[in-house]
């Protein structure tokens, strides 16, 4: 399916990234963290004959988080002092869910940060679908829990498959060129 789909492009976006907040707007329904994520993150694309967006991502440098004495380097041992980066964003146009691109852009951000960044997390709520995606599909273990992150910033309770969120759960997948697989 995805190896047979013509003209996909696997694009960096750096100007008037503002324009692709609608469509990373599912990731995330914390609107100023979403467009902070956008504003200061590497904002990438899957497009389908060049000018169709199916998948974004926007990834960012979490290095100073994990570094000795860093905001969660207590909370993940494993990655304490390693270059960490975070795809902060994850979206598939909700026409093109289900058919591989979401994992297909991970994976093409992983080999695309390997050997810059040791590591790259992704926080998710805790649902059966999205540990099938994470960690099922694409390789990741579950790291560490940012407790109560749910909680707070969000309009109202987030309800995702009939689960109320509360603490966000932070998978991670060590790239290859930091000497293992998975984590
Ligand atoms: C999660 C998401 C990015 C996955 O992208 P995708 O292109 O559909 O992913 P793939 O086709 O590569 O993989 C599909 C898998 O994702 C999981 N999944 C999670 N949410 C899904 C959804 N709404 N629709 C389809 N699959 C979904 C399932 O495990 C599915 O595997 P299955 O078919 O074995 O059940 C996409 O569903 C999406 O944009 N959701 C809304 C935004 C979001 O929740 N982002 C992640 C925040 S952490």
Redesign the pocket.
């Known amino acids: 399916m995805m190896s047979a789909m013509p003209n996909l492009l696997l694009r960096r976006i750096r100007v008037a990234k503002e324009r692709f907040v609608p469509f990373?707007r599912?990731?995330?329904d914390n609107e100023s963290l979403l467009r902070r994520h956008v504003r200061e993150g590497e904002l990438y694309g899957l497009f389908r004959n060049k000018r169709e967006p199916?998948?974004m991502?926007v990834v960012a440098d979490v290095s100073a988080s994990f570094a000795a004495g860093g905001r969660e380097a207590g909370l993940a041992p494993a990655l304490e002092g390693l270059r960490v980066c975070e795809?902060a964003?994850?979206?598939?146009?909700?026409a093109?869910?289900?058919?591989?691109?979401?994992?297909?852009?991970?994976m093409r951000l992983c080999g695309l940060y390997d050997g810059a960044y040791d590591a790259m997390i992704?926080?998710?709520?805790e649902?059966?679908?999205?540990?099938?995606?994470?960690e099922?599909?694409?390789g990741f273990r579950p790291c560490f829990r940012r407790a109560d992150f749910f909680m707070g910033g969000y309009p109202q309770p987030l309800i995702?498959d009939g689960v109320q969120l509360r603490d966000m759960l932070v998978f991670c997948r060590f790239l290859r060129s930091q000497g293992g697989g998975g984590a």
Do not use: N
Not at 89 to 94: C, I, K, M, N, S
């Open positions: 990373l599912p990731a995330d199916v998948s991502a795809c964003l994850l979206a598939t146009a909700p093109f869910r289900g058919q591989g691109y979401g994992a297909q852009l991970l992704v926080g998710t709520g649902t059966p679908r999205m540990r099938r995606f994470y099922g599909r694409c995702e």
